[in-house]
T-cell receptor, first 113, second 118 residues
Framework: TQLLEQSPQFLSIQEGENLTVYCNSS?????LQWYRQEPGEGPVLLVT?????EVKKLKRLTFQFGDARKDSSLHITAAQTGDTGLYLC?????????????FGTGTRLQVTL | NAGVTQTPKFQVLKTGQSMTLQCAQDMNHNSMYWYRQDPGMGLRLIYYSASEGTTDKGEVPNGYNVSRLNKREFSLRLESAAPSQTSVYFC?????????????????FGEGSRLTVL
């Protein structure tokens, strides 16, 4: 079983601060996705990164895929209260019949005024 | 457009009872998945179906069975519920099926089914 560890598990910051969430594994993934989940809802995709070293920006969110495709980070600049939620990374593994996603342990972010 | 619909949203069972969680998607997706979510453990894959007529075990299949009834519907059955199966269950789907290779498509999730086993 491929494991994805996220850190930190919990993060409580004030609006306007910057933060970084890490996603690490000992396994190589063909691609990696980041999802955000709000209470009472299912996760929603934020981004997919495919190439080692790839950096993608989504407004105030910056995603990076490690060169060896084993780790990833999510950086949020000037956090807003609307960023509050559970952030999940997920590594893709092709089994030969289908792609499966292995999810990380999650980082719960709370942004307060 | 409903996306992925799960029923029921909440259920309380006694140990040993059985039940089926229903999932339906209206996006014409090929692959469907059942995950469970527990605090501090992220989402763990129970079973998946790459295409209509096929099902495979995921990371934590023990105590569960699944049926891919047709392209739209994928159900999860607990034959004899145990307290360890208390969790939030999510169904998801993606359009990529057996031809998926390097890139996994976006997973679309239902709103979840919260199950408590006493």
């Amino acid at each position: 079983t491929q494991l994805l560890e996220q850190s930190p598990q919990f993060l409580s910051i004030q609006e306007g601060e910057n933060l970084t969430v890490y996603c690490n594994s000992s396994s190589v993934f063909s691609s990696l996705q980041w999802y955000r989940q709000e209470p009472g809802e299912g996760p929603v995709l934020l981004v997919t990164v495919v190439t080692g070293g790839e950096v993608k920006k989504l407004k105030r969110l910056t995603f990076q895929f490690g060169d060896a495709r084993k780790d990833s980070s999510l950086h949020i600049t000037a956090a807003q209260t609307g960023d509050t939620g559970l952030y999940l990374c997920a590594g893709a593994d092709y089994t030969g019949t289908a792609s499966k996603l292995t999810f990380g342990t999650g980082t719960r972010l709370q942004v307060t005024l | 457009n409903a996306g992925v619909t799960q029923t029921p949203k909440f259920q309380v069972l006694k140990t040993g009872q059985s039940m089926t969680l229903q999932c339906a998607q209206d996006m014409n997706h090929n692959s469907m998945y059942w995950y469970r979510q527990d605090p501090g453990m992220g989402l763990r894959l129970i079973y998946y179906s790459a295409s209509e007529g096929t099902t495979d075990k995921g990371e934590v299949p023990n105590g569960y069975n699944v049926s891919r009834l047709n392209k739209r519907e994928f159900s999860l059955r607990l034959e004899s519920a145990a307290p360890s199966q208390t969790s939030v269950y999510f169904c998801a789907s993606t359009r990529f099926g057996v031809l998926a290779t390097l890139v996994t498509g976006e997973l679309f999730f239902g709103e979840g089914s919260r199950l408590t086993v006493l």
